[in-house]
Structures are given as structure tokens and as C-alpha cells.
């Protein structure tokens, strides 16, 4: 029997072989097309190929592309399990022709790989085509019987990109899986049976319309076709059902042996969806989807948590999905092996759901059952009790559905709408009570009538959105023009809000029509609106646009470098100075970090030096960076800092980084709650230095410091200064902390020779002195002005006067920049009859000033006007006149 793995390369193989370049499945979240969750047919990649938007250096292709339907418009979720070929995952093997060729050669080659490689009897084959394509009507009789060529005048045989755009009829190859199933042919009153199935379909890329209105043919005409691998594969492997092909008999016979169970009866269906939903849930987390409340990780989590429920009814004990993950990448990981290098993190992530989702399942049951008790087959169960599942136990809308669907019951569709409508209504209340600014009802606005920004930056730098909204000047516009500041909503953007510290994105939006609109900074409102501040350079912008967001990568770099520095900082500083180090506050910038933490002191020299060898080491050591997924309580469980100010949800990421040195204990060096982004191996961060550290608060130090390029070159300036000092101190750069102290060594003492120097001046040992004591009645007084003397000096340099004349009284003034300083001694023998303190003060108010004491036999103070010296001297040369005694 011929594999599925097989198939899928004989196809690309034979395409090969016929000119056609192989190309690599593209990932399920599409890069070219806002409007899609995901990838759902094989042409979507090549979407713009098509319309002429891009080029590629082949005209014609092959490739066997990865497709989930599970969200939006293109949802088969709900009867996966029931049916014999709706999966949420599943294959499109194509072939794809850029103007090339056209119908003729389509038609061969499908009819050749069909019949002579695959040698599938030409007598189970039926064609349709469109109903007024006699083209390829003509070509498929020199190949089948006129009555296996059916024409079909519906839609379901023309193809359309859009309402504008590329469009052509279609020629469907149906097989038939013979007359022991029920069914006819298509087109038939019974065509809804499944003996004729359809296998491929060749799209005539043929017309160009606007409006849904033809407006005439395309100058390139194109092929794209489709067929489904899993289809294929059931008809050469001899089966009607695709759940009997080779690979997921692999998987269902997994999930047999783990739960002890047949996949028999009404076990089947369980077995079914266990094994469609393990290929979705792989495939998404490979390709950056995480289990989410919103966007396209809402859908991984409903295929999820319908998958763990089916698990539940199988009676596993123990969280199943992440066991079953080896044998899917037995099965399928040697095509795609994006499975292989992700098996961890599909393992990690799938254990974590289930474990999660394991805790509230069991409640939620109960609480079906008991709504349900006294509901009669065909019944429906309240709304409102649906969304309490949802809400308080984590029940998607069509889990809750699907469970019901065994008993014969239904859900109030339009009561779950209502509960829904009412708790956005009080979250809003909440959000405007908390004091947020009058704008909060425009946001809640465009959330409602769009729904939540999808953010998807943490594996994308660029990426393309759909315009949900534009607001200019606090009010909602349909356009904007060049030269225009306006704000711009998107449906998913690879930009990060600012949050959690760390600054929002800057870059470009441009569109079709030559828009290009400079982004500086991306902020988030009511927590789930990213709005991109930015101005039109040219082009206009309009709601419903097309956009290809691309953020400035070196400054995302530097700031990712950044924040994963603040982390590993985080951790050097609690190793270093204790456990008491909380984070108070960051700032994770382009250009540099800024930490804030508890600490009473100052971080010393060598504190500093120790904590940048921490991270410095880490940093060498390269390890990589791994986020998960967790609970607050599973997080901080695990040994996780939360960080100050954040606010937490229900699911958190969790940043683990580095490795631990062995006499720390070992293990992850840094682990954190964190959204932000970060690098993906530490090395990235290149070097880390600290370049300021202070005071903000009280109990509260801040670190500054730079990482990367800007490290490199503040480090490198300041060896710069440094040789340049060197240079002027003629010495080498290791010699300047000794050639800088002996410098100040010898600056101390030739400043104490100086201060002898105008001691001795002031006291009247040298030239320029005094010539002696006035006297005033029968009292000896010394009165002296010194510019430039140092006030620090005055105090000994009246005491050698007082010691010099042996009784009077002495009053010397010291006057730099333009303040003067006022010393006044009383030898000891007057102390009873003139009080120094009493004729400073006299001196004081002559200088401007207030105050000034001592006691009474030596006193200073000083006053604003230097100018008022000889003033100040007046007034003690007054008291001492007026001879009052106790003065």
C-alpha cells in the first residue's frame, strides 16, 4: 500500500519532473492576507503572485501546503469527528501556473498523475465543469465519456478571489467510491452522498471582475489547483473513509493504546477528533500560535480543549495530547520538520492546557448535567448557563455545543449572546469608573464593532492588516492624506504597545497607491486596542484598507536586548545585595534601561562590578530564551517574579533565561512574568554595562546601564577620555589613578602652605600686615579685611592676634565672591566687659546679614555684601567707642 508520506512526494516529484518548482509549505498564519485567521487553501501563499503584486523568479509551482479551518467563514470544526472527510487540519497538494500555461496542460497533467502514475481506473473518474466553459468541456472529451463530463451552473464551479480581482470557471475530478454507498453523481438530486467525492479541483484563472461583475479577461491567464492529500490518500489506499488512511489509523491507534480503548461505537468519534485535532494544535504551535482568550490562539484553544474533552470522555487519567505528540512526529514530522525542532514547546504547551483545563472540566460538567437534567431530547439548554461555562470554567460556545449534541439537545444561541453583550457592557462601566480618560467609549467602540488587536510580534517583524478604524483629533475619520497625523487600528500588527516598561514600536505602514505612513509610537487602550501613531509621508490611508506593517527592526533589536538585560539585571542584584531587591519600575528603551529597585544604600564600586560580571557572564554563556505559557499562581509556583505595577490576566507568559552557576543551586538563572519582547539567546545582548546608579526615593536605587553597540561605544568614549588624560598628565592610561593622587597630594599641600601663608599675612607675619592695634579709649582693637582668605581660616587667625596683643578685642573680615565672613574675638581678660557675640551681630547687620553666634569670647557669622567690609569693622569700632559696659 502506498503511503500518505508517499503520496504527498510522489505529487511534488511529478510536478518537478514537469518544470514546476517546489515550494516550501507556507506557515499557517498568513503573511500576505489580513482577512484569513489562517492559511486555508493551497493558493493563498501565492495570492499576490497572482494578482500581480509580487513576482517570483519561477512561473510555475508545486507544493503540498499546510490548511486549518477551524475560525471565521472556513470552519469545519463542528463536524469533525462525525463525518468521513472535515477535518480542522488537513493538506492541499497543488499545482500552480504564472501565466504559463493554461486549461489544456492543467487538465494532462492531472489526468496523467491520476491514471498512469497513480493508476487509478479512468472508469471511476467524473469531470464537471462550469456551465458555459465549452473550452474545457471539449478538452475533457478526448479523455472521459460525454456522460462522465457534467456541466454545473452554479458558483460551486467558478472561483472567485474577492468581489474584485482574478476569477475563472472551475473543472472538479470527482472518483467513485463504487455502488455500495450511497450517493449520485454531481450535479444529481443525490450528489450530498458520498460515493462520488471530489478529489481535485483545477481552477481556470480566466477573468478579471469589479463588483462581482466580469469586466473582461486577464492579459496572464493562470492555473491553481487543489486536491486534498487526505482524500487522495483514501482513494489509493483503497478506502472510503479518510480516517482509515495510514497516518491517522497511526494516531487513533495511539490514542487506543493510552486510554485502553477501541475506536468502536460511540468511542469513535472521540478517537476521531483526538486525532484530527493533535495535527491542528501541532501544526498551529510549530508555526508561533499559543493557546490565547482572543485571536487566532482562542481557536487553538477550542481545538484544544474539544480534543482534551474527548480525552475526558475516553476516561484518560492523566493529560493525554502531549503523549500523543511522538507519533505525530513519527508520522508527518519527516515532511515538515518545523514539527521536529517545536516538539518540545507542542509538548509543553498541550501538558499545560490539558492540566489547566483538567481542573475546571469536571465542575463544568457537573454543571451541564445540571442544567441539563430535566431537558427532553430535542431541547435547549439556557444561554446563559453556556456562558457561564465559558466564562468561569473555560468552555468554548461549540465545546458546550458538541457535548449537548449526543442527547439531542441545543444551546440558546441568542441567551449566550446576551450574557456575552451584558458583561462587555459592565466591563466598560468598570474601565470608565477606574478613572480612564473620556475616550475609553471610542475604544470600546472599535473593539466592539472589530474586535481586539492580535498582536503578532513576537515571531513577526512585518506583516500584513486590514484598517479596523482611523481617529484623528479624539473623533473616528474614514481616511487620511500626506501630511496628516492620525491614529491607525488594525486587526493584527506586529507592533509592540507600550507596556510593562518597555517603549512602544516605530516604523512604516505602506499600501497599494503609494501610501507610506511613518509610525513613532505604538500605545495600547482599554488593554486591548494597539493604536500606531503616525503620520502620512504620502498616499492616502482608509478604513478597510490593506496594509503591510513593518516595524524599524535595529530599534526592536536594541530594545529586546534591553529588556532581557533588565531581567538578567533583576537577578545579579538579588544575588548580590540580597532578596530584598523588588523591581519599583523600569524603563526599556531603544537607546538604554533604566532599573528601579528596593535598596537602602548605595551600591559600591565593587557591587557594581560584581552584578555586570553576572550578566556579562550570562550573556557569554548564550543560553537561550524560552517563553511559556502559565497561571499567575502556576508561575509564581514555579519560582517566577511578577513584575511591580503590571496587572495580571488569567494566563501570563512566563520568561525563563540563562542557567544558574552550580554553587547558586543550578537551574534557570532568571525567571519572570513578562509580555514583552526579548531576544532569542542571550548572546544577542552582545555586552552590558552600568553607567549611573542614584537615589529616587526613599529605600529606592536606580541602575542605568547600556547593552550592545551603545555599550560598545559608551565604553569606548570613555577610553578615549581616558588616553586623553593620560596624554596631559604625560603618563600612560594605567598610571593616571597614581599620577591623578600624587597631583592631588601635592594641590592639599601646596593649599595648606597658601593658608599658612595668609595666616601669617593676617597676623602680621609678613609684608602687608597690620602695623599695629588702634586703640580705642583704653582697649586694644585689631580690625583686618583679607580677600580670598579662606573663612575656615578666620577662627585661628584671630586667636594669634588675641594671643599677639594679649588684651583687646579682635575683628577680622574674610570677603570671597562678594560674601564676607566675620570673626570677632574678646581676649579673656575683657570677656566681662565686652561680649564677642554681641559685636559680631553689630558687624553682621552692617553686612547685610542675619544671626551669626559663638560665645562670648569668639563668635562668626557673615552677611551677603562683601562690599561692607570696612562697614562691618566700623560698627565694632562704634561699640567699642561708646564704652557701655557688658557691650
Known amino acids: ?59 510555475t509551482a508545486t507544493s503540498s501546503q499546510k490548511c486549518v479551518r477551524a475560525g471565521g467563514k472556513h470552519n469545519d470544526l463542528d463536524n469533525v469527528g462525525y463525518t468521513a472527510r472535515h477535518h480542522t487540519f488537513f493538506e492541499m497538494l497543488g499545482n500552480f501556473s504564472f501565466g504559463d500555461y493554461f486549461k489544456e496542460r492543467a487538465i494532462v497533467l492531472a489526468w496523467d498523475l491520476l491514471t498512469k502514475q497513480w493508476g487509478i481506473p479512468a472508469e471511476r473518474l467524473t469531470a464537471t465543469v462550469y456551465h458555459s466553459d465549452d473550452e474545457a468541456h471539449a478538452l475533457w472529451t478526448k479523455l472521459l465519456p460525454g456522460h462522465r463530463i457534467i ?33 449520485g453523481p454531481p450535479g444529481s438530486p443525490d450528489e450530498d452522498g458520498d460515493r462520488f467525492v471530489e478529489i481535485w479541483n483545477l481552477v481556470f484563472m480566466q477573468y478579471e471582475q469589479e463588483a462581482n461583475e466580469i469586466t473582461g479577461e486577464l492579459p496572464r491567464k493562470s492555473i491553481d489547483t487543489g486536491m486534498g492529500l487526505e482524500r487522495v490518500a483514501a482513494v489509493l489506499q483503497g478506502v472510503h473513509d479518510n480516517y482509515d488512511t495510514d497516518t491517522f489509523r497511526a494516531l487513533i491507534a495511539a490514542s487506543q493504546e493510552l486510554t485502553q480503548t477501541k475506536a468502536e461505537g460511540e468511542r469513535q468519534a472521540s478517537h476521531r477528533v483526538i486525532a484530527d485535532h493533535l495535527r491542528s494544535a501541532g501544526f498551529l504551535v ?19 480543549r474539544r480534543a482534551m474533552r474527548h480525552a475526558h470522555l475516553l476516561g484518560a487519567a492523566e493529560p493525554l495530547m502531549a503523549r500523543l505528540v511522538p507519533s505525530l512526529v513519527a508520522e508527518m514530522g519527516g515532511a515538515y520538520p518545523e514539527l521536529v525542532r517545536a516538539q518540545p514547546l507542542i509538548e509543553a504547551t498541550l501538558h499545560q492546557e490539558e492540566t489547566r483545563f483538567r481542573r475546571t472540566l469536571d465542575r463544568g460538567l457537573k454543571l451541564l448535567d445540571e442544567a441539563t437534567a430535566g431537558l427532553a431530547t430535542g431541547g435547549t439548554m439556557a444561554g446563559e448557563t453556556a456562558f457561564r461555562l465559558y466564562d468561569t470554567f473555560g468552555f468554548p460556545y461549540d465545546l458546550t455545543e458538541d457535548a449537548l449534541r449526543a442527547q439531542g439537545l441545543a444551546v440558546d444561541r441568542a441567551g449566550f449572546d446576551a450574557a456575552m453583550a451584558e458583561q462587555k457592557r459592565a466591563a466598560r462601566a468598570a474601565w470608565k469608573g477606574s478613572g480612564a ?3 475609553a467609549d471610542l475604544w470600546f467602540d472599535i473593539a466592539e464593532a472589530n474586535g481586539s488587536t ?21 473623533a473616528r475619520v474614514e481616511h487620511a492624506t500626506a501630511g496628516e497625523t492620525v491614529s491607525v487600528i488594525v486587526n493584527q500588527t506586529p507592533f509592540y504597545a507600550e507596556s510593562g516598561g518597555q517603549t512602544g514600536d516605530a516604523g512604516t505602514i505602506s499600501g497599494d497607491s503609494g501610501l507610506q505612513a511613518r509610525v513613532s509610537d505604538t500605545s495600547k487602550q482599554i488593554g486591548r486596542i494597539w493604536v500606531h501613531h503616525a503620520q502620512v509621508q504620502s498616499g492616502t490611508i482608509r478604513v478597510g484598507d490593506t496594509v503591510t506593517l513593518a516595524i524599524d527592526t535595529g530599534r526592536r533589536a536594541a530594545i529586546r536586548a534591553n529588556h532581557s538585560a533588565t531581567h538578567l539585571l533583576h537577578e545579579a542584584l538579588r544575588q548580590r545585595l540580597g532578596s530584598h531587591v523588588a523591581q519599583k519600575g523600569s524603563l526599556v528603551a531603544s537607546d538604554r534601561l533604566r532599573f528601579d529597585f528596593s535598596q537602602p544604600v548605595a551600591l559600591r564600586p565593587a557591587d557594581i562590578a560584581e552584578i555586570e560580571m553576572r550578566v556579562n557572564g550570562q550573556v557569554r554563556g548564550n543560553g537561550p530564551v524560552v517563553t511559556r505559557l502559565m497561571t499567575p499562581d502556576e508561575a509564581i509556583a514555579e519560582g517566577a517574579m511578577a513584575l511591580f505595577g503590571e496587572k495580571y490576566g488569567d494566563e501570563v507568559r512566563v520568561v525563563s533565561m540563562g542557567e544558574d552557576a552550580p554553587e547558586n543551586g543550578g537551574g534557570t538563572y532568571s525567571l519572570e512574568l513578562c509580555g514583552g519582547t526579548h531576544v532569542g539567546a542571550l548572546g544577542e545582548i552582545g555586552l552590558f554595562t552600568v553607567i549611573g546608579e542614584g537615589a529616587v526615593a526613599s529605600g529606592v536605587r536606580r541602575l542605568e546601564a547600556l547593552t550592545g553597540e551603545a555599550a560598545r561605544a559608551w565604553l569606548s568614549h570613555r577610553d578615549a577620555v581616558l588616553r586623553e588624560a593620560a596624554a596631559a598628565l604625560r603618563s600612560t592610561p594605567d598610571e593616571v589613578p597614581a599620577r591623578i593622587a600624587a597631583l592631588l597630594d601635592e594641590r592639599k599641600r601646596l593649599e595648606r602652605d597658601l593658608a599658612d601663608a595668609k595666616r601669617a599675612l593676617a597676623t602680621g607675619g609678613g609684608a602687608g600686615a597690620p602695623a599695629g592695634p588702634e586703640t580705642i579709649g583704653n582697649i586694644a582693637f585689631v580690625a583686618q579685611t583679607l580677600d580670598g ?4 581660616g578666620l577662627r585661628g587667625a584671630v586667636d594669634e592676634a588675641r594671643q599677639r596683643i594679649g588684651s583687646g578685642v579682635v575683628g577680622i573680615v574674610a570677603v570671597n565672591d562678594g560674601r564676607a565672613s566675620v570673626v570677632v574675638g574678646v581676649t579673656p581678660d575683657l570677656v566681662g566687659r565686652w561680649n564677642a ?35 562691618a569693622l566700623a560698627a565694632i569700632r562704634a561699640a567699642l567707642s561708646a564704652e557701655p559696659a557688658n557691650v
Not at 500500500?1 to 498568513?30: C, E, K, W
Not at 454545473?152 to 470527482?174: H, R
Open 286 to 304: 510549530a508555526d508561533g500560535v499559543l493557546p490565547a482568550n482572543e485571536g487566532r490562539g482562542y481557536v487553538l484553544r477550542r481545538i484544544m
Open 437 to 439: 480618560s473620556a475616550s
Open 151 to 183: 456541466r454545473i451552473p452554479t458558483k460551486d464551479n467558478f472561483w472567485a478571489m474577492g468581489d474584485s480581482g482574478p476569477c475563472g470557471p472551475c473543472s472538479e475530478i470527482f472518483y467513485d467510491h463504487g455502488e455500495h454507498i450511497a450517493g
Open 789 to 792: 582668605f579662606d573663612a575656615k
Open 837 to 871: 557675640v554681641d559685636l559680631l551681630r553689630r558687624a553682621v547687620a552692617a553686612l547685610g546679614g542675619q544671626g551669626g553666634g559663638g560665645r562670648p569670647d569668639l563668635a562668626q557669622g557673615g552677611g551677603p555684601d562683601g562690599d561692607k567690609a570696612t562697614d
Open 1 to 59: 500500500m502506498i503511503s500518505t508520506n508517499d503520496i504527498r512526494r510522489g505529487f511534488l516529484d511529478y510536478f518537478a519532473a514537469q518544470g514546476h518548482q517546489i515550494v516550501p509549505s507556507a506557515p499557517l498564519v498568513p503573511q500576505n492576507d489580513p482577512t484569513l485567521m489562517f492559511v486555508n487553501a493551497g493558493m493563498v501563499p501565492f495570492k499576490n503572485v497572482f494578482t500581480g503584486l509580487e513576482s517570483r523568479p519561477y512561473v
Open 454 to 474: 492580535e498582536f503578532t510580534g513576537y515571531a513577526n517583524d512585518t506583516g500584513t492588516a486590514e484598517v479596523a478604524a482611523l481617529v484623528r483629533d479624539g
